[in-house]
């Protein structure tokens, strides 16, 4: 199977240190483009679509291997593996792809040089002890409503994700992406990562990571970048003043500005 074909592949640049992006769920590789266009001079960048999302290959998609974050997690070091990276990747992920990407850390620790996580979430449900931001019944509601109108949940879930910073332009954004995944496809990713629970991982994850928190997020409040904090060892929290779940593409600045802070103390540690 052609790895770089199957996930849609797209690097930009051929020299510096690598930055691999994903994405979160319903989403797709050009949610990043606020971003790269900053790092186009000093790193190689890495983007791609997982199975079931954006332009990636629909013949690919399984649903035994993607009822698991480990599924997407393999996706990403297939992809690594097909692009021969072997060490030094920082890996930057949005919301469901901070689990997928410390998972691929755990998997191979040798491949990560650092995580940078953007609205991280490692269990989005309440638990005892716990606040993930949603009950039960809320994410079965959510399911329900794809399952019985794919064009309805897309417009009823992209203003919260977008949130009052990214306001119509991001929310009209991730509604289209939204609307373009196929309903089976999106049910599955979807189920996977409201109802995953990661949180028994993150004393695993060997490498440091910085955890952009979102001020106001209703999809992940700012109890789980505390608990992200004080689980992931060597973990550097900020949090960002934005009313959403993207910063990246509602304040792509303010994201551009916490990753260059960050690799820079990263090259003066190293």
Known sequence: MNIL??????????????????????????????????????????????VGCGQSDPGAFNADR??????????????????????????IGHSVSGSIGMLASIARPELFDRL?????????????????????EDLDGLLSLME????????????????????????RTLSDSFCSTDPVMARCFAKTTFFSD????????????????????????LSV???LHKHLKNSTLK????????AHMSNPHLVIDAIRTYLALGTTAN
Request: glycine share 12%; aromatic share 10%; charged share 15%.
């Open 5 to 50: 074909h199957r996930n849609h592949v797209h690097v930009i640049g051929s020299d510096g240190p690598v930055l691999l992006y994903a994405h979160g769920f319903g989403c797709n590789q050009r949610m990043w483009d606020g971003i790269t266009p900053a790092f186009t001079a000093t790193h190689r960048q890495v983007l791609f679509d997982y």
């Open 66 to 91: 993607y009822a698991s974050l480990h599924g997407y997690a393999q996706d990403l070091i297939e992809v690594c593996d097909a692009l021969a990276l072997q060490r030094g990747v920082t890996f």
């Open 116 to 136: 940078i996580l953007i609205g991280p979430s490692p269990c989005f449900l309440n638990q005892p002890g716990y606040t993930g931001g949603f009950e039960r």
């Open 148 to 171: 019985q109108n794919h064009m309805g949940w897309a417009d009823h879930l992209a203003p919260v994700v977008a949130g009052e910073s990214g306001g119509a332009p991001v929310a």
């Open 198 to 221: 990661n949180r028994d991982d993150l004393p695993k994850v060997p490498c440091p990571s910085l955890i952009l928190q979102h001020r106001q997020d209703a999809l992940a409040p």
């Open 225 to 227: 970048g505390d608990y």
């Open 239 to 246: 949090v960002l003043d934005v009313k959403g779940h993207s």
